[in-house]
T-cell receptor, first 111, second 116 residues
Framework: AQSVTQLDSHVSVSEGTPVLLRCNYSSSYSPSLFWYVQHPNKGLQLLLKYTSAATLVKGINGFEAEFKKSETSFHLTKPSAHMSDAAEYFCAANTGNQFYFGTGTSLTVIP | NAGVMQNPRHLVRRRGQEARLRCSPMKGHSHVYWYRQLPEEGLKFMVYLQKENIIDESGMPKERFSAEFPKEGPSILRIQQVVRGDSAAYFC??????????????FGPGTRLTVL
């Protein structure tokens, strides 16, 4: 069965410090993996996606994620957090039939 | 190119009433997906439709919920006899082609349903 696990429901960082949001997936084969961001009362915006090309994927707003097959992980990182990064982040896997979403990580950025 | 549009953005219904949620996919997209987001939870797949066809409704509750995507007009998610547990954000997404693994989905802003 396919599932996506986001290991932290809440993450707090200080402005200017690195961000790490963790995501693990389980699948009988390598799915495509996505990170979406959701600002309050807004829809989901795609940050980046992995589709079996380069394992290090660069996205918008300085975010990047690395696909590690051996660890079945797709963690999202950013070198320096900005106040505008405060939002809910969702990891998702596309198996071809459905998107499976993690339960989300709420990122707080402390000034 | 306008994005995925959903209306209304906010909908309030009393228990027992019907809720109709509309989704207009991006121009050129013929595949629509509906998701439900309960408070403090991630998005859960409900149904996948193409024009005039339901492709996968494995995430739809068996009763009271239905979806359509007619040849003309928006996709409609219909909830009959709403109950308080239906209160959630309902998101629509669209894609230009079928569910290829690498395809991303483009999301609308959601409809927030509150059942009193």
């Amino acid at each position: 069965a396919q599932s996506v696990t986001q290991l932290d429901s809440h993450v707090s960082v200080s402005e200017g410090t690195p961000v790490l949001l963790r995501c693990n997936y389980s699948s009988s084969y390598s799915p495509s993996l996505f990170w979406y961001v959701q600002h309050p009362n807004k829809g989901l915006q795609l940050l980046l996606k992995y589709t079996s090309a380069a394992t290090l994927v660069k996205g918008i707003n300085g975010f990047e994620a690395e696909f590690k097959k051996s660890e079945t992980s797709f963690h999202l990182t950013k070198p320096s957090a900005h106040m505008s990064d405060a939002a809910e982040y969702f990891c998702a896997a596309n198996t071809g039939n459905q998107f499976y979403f993690g339960t989300g990580t709420s990122l707080t950025v402390i000034p | 190119n306008a994005g995925v549009m959903q209306n209304p953005r906010h909908l309030v219904r009393r228990r027992g009433q019907e809720a109709r949620l509309r989704c207009s996919p991006m121009k050129g997209h013929s595949h629509v997906y509906w998701y439900r987001q309960l408070p403090e939870e991630g998005l859960k797949f409900m149904v996948y439709l193409q024009k005039e066809n339901i492709i996968d409704e494995s995430g739809m509750p068996k009763e009271r919920f239905s979806a359509e995507f007619p040849k003309e007009g928006p996709s409609i998610l219909r909830i009959q006899q709403v109950v308080r547990g239906d209160s959630a954000a309902y998101f629509c997404a669209s894609s230009p082609v079928g569910t290829s693994v690498s395809n991303e989905q483009f999301f609308g802003p959601g409809t927030r349903l509150t059942v009193l």
